[in-house]
T-cell receptor
């Protein structure tokens, strides 16, 4: 059974730091992996999607990597800003099943302090 | 603007009083899904729909109903709400189950007393 774990659960950093959020999964048979951002009182916004055949994806100051063999993905945020404060969730879409429903981590709550 | 719209954003109701949370998307997406989010449990799928008139249960379907009569709408119905259905609910959509990301609504905070 696929399980997704995000460590740490919470992170507080000063503005300007480069930081890495971690996501690990137990079954390497994935179709893709997605990183989302959730702001308080709002829905989730898709940040990056990495297909199983890809190693990384980049969008602006964000870079997500995928290592299926080790069951890991990292989200790298460069030069963090207070506006990056949010909860970051990763979700894995398995290869198998009709639904191939996303398996979610519990998220990392990030606070970037001015 | 491409979006998923949920209504209402906040709802307080009493046990047993039927309610409907609406969800509409304007992106012509085939796939739609409902989630609930609870502290410590994360996001759990309630129901999903692969296309019009095609719906199926997710992980926690008990106490909920859905319908998909039109492509754009996917309402969530609680026939007899109970306090354990107090939660934050999200509707989401995507073109399919392929390489496209999921688009979420802003959520509905439901309290059942």
């Amino acid at each position: 059974k696929q399980e997704v774990t995000q460590i740490p659960a919470a992170l507080s950093v000063p503005e300007g730091e480069n930081l890495v959020l971690n996501c690990s999964f137990t079954d390497s048979a994935i179709y893709n992996l997605q990183w989302f951002r959730q702001d308080p009182g709002k829905g989730l916004t898709s940040l990056l999607l990495i297909q199983s055949s890809q190693r990384e994806q980049t969008s602006g100051r964000l870079n997500a990597s995928l290592d299926k063999s080790s069951g890991r993905s990292t989200l790298y945020i460069a030069a963090s800003q207070p506006g990056d404060s949010a909860t970051y969730l990763c979700a894995v879409r398995p290869n198998a099943g009709n639904n191939r429903k996303l398996i979610w981590g519990l998220g990392t709550s990030l606070a970037v302090n001015p | 603007e491409a979006q998923v719209t949920q209504n209402p954003r906040y709802l307080i109701t009493v046990t047993g009083k039927k309610l409907t949370v609406t969800c509409s998307q304007n992106m012509n997406h085939e796939y739609m899904s409902w989630y609930r989010q609870d502290p410590g449990l994360g996001l759990r799928q309630i129901y999903y729909s692969m296309n019009v008139e095609v719906t199926d249960k997710g992980d926690v379907p008990e106490g909920y109903k859905v319908s998909r009569k039109e492509k754009r709408n996917f309402p969530l119905i609680l026939e007899s709400p109970s306090p354990n259905q107090t939660s934050l609910y999200f509707c989401a959509s995507s073109p399919g189950l392929g390489a496209s990301p999921l688009h979420f609504g802003n959520g509905t905070r439901l309290t059942v007393t």
